[in-house]
T-cell receptor
Framework: GAVVSQHPSRVICKSGTSVKIECRSL??????MFWYRQFPKQSLMLMAT?????????EQGVEKDKFLINHASLTLSTLTVTSAHPEDSSFYIC??????????FGDGTRLSIL | AQKITQTQPGMFVQEKEAVTLDCTYD???????LFWYKQPSSGEMIFLIY??????QNATEGRYSLNFQKARKSANLVISASQLGDSAMYFC????????????FGTGTRLKVLA
């Protein structure tokens, strides 16, 4: 089945640091990638939709300058949390899809900002 | 208005028994897709099963089946012969329309399988 790789799986860093998370589709070309945030014991919240070669579409309330998304190729999208603060600590998970096929998810990244 | 509703925050089932996880949805679009994902405690999201709004038959994938009742706008997941490894969080999701691939997720149901 389709495989999506997300890296790193866990990040612990100091407040003010920028953190980059990578999402790769390993065995298919993903026209669209999605970035979600999940708080403990809650559902997934869509942050943005990323299309290769174009600017990401952010959901209402998501700060574009805080969460920079780049989708440079059909197999790679990155999320950079800029100048991270403790309130940015969360579980971030990406997914990739092609057309109407089910989205396939990465394993997620647990971000802890001290 | 909430578009995907999962009314069971938690469920218990005895090993080897069947369990039904409820999901109702709300949309006025005739074209939509419904999905179920499993999220173990490790965090990854595992795709289980898909039902398209125009599909005539209920979807099945191994021990998973989707009880799709279009008039009632429900898409319940049925897990047969539960196993200990089925203990996880289960999310129902909907994709609306033909021109978007965004998902809306329900709040999830935590399933615990008892030995």
């Amino acid at each position: 089945g389709a495989v999506v790789s997300q890296h790193p799986s866990r990040v612990i860093c100091k407040s003010g640091t920028s953190v980059k998370i990578e999402c790769r589709s390993l065995d298919f070309q993903a026209t669209t990638m999605f970035w979600y945030r999940q708080f403990p014991k809650q559902s997934l919240m869509l942050m943005a939709t990323s299309n290769e070669g174009s600017k990401a579409t952010y959901e209402q309330g998501v700060e574009k300058d805080k969460f920079l998304i780049n989708h440079a190729s059909l197999t790679l999208s990155t999320l950079t949390v800029t100048s991270a603060h403790p309130e940015d600590s969360s579980f971030y998970i990406c997914s990739a899809g092609t057309g109407i096929q089910p989205q396939h998810f990465g394993d997620g990244t647990r971000l802890s900002i001290l | 208005a909430q578009k995907i509703t999962q009314t069971q925050p938690g469920m218990f089932v005895q090993e080897k028994e069947a369990v039904t996880l409820d999901c109702t949805y709300d949309t006025s679009d005739p074209s939509y897709g419904l999905f179920w994902y499993k999220q173990p405690s490790s965090g990854e999201m595992i795709f289980l099963i898909y039902q398209g709004s125009y599909d005539q038959q209920n979807a099945t994938e191994g021990r998973y089946s989707l009880n799709f009742q279009k008039a009632r706008k429900s898409a319940n997941l049925v897990i047969s012969a539960s196993q200990l490894g089925d203990s996880a969080m289960y999310f129902c999701a909907m994709r609306e329309g033909a021109g978007t691939y965004k998902y809306i997720f329900g709040t999830g149901t935590r399933l615990k399988v008892l030995a």
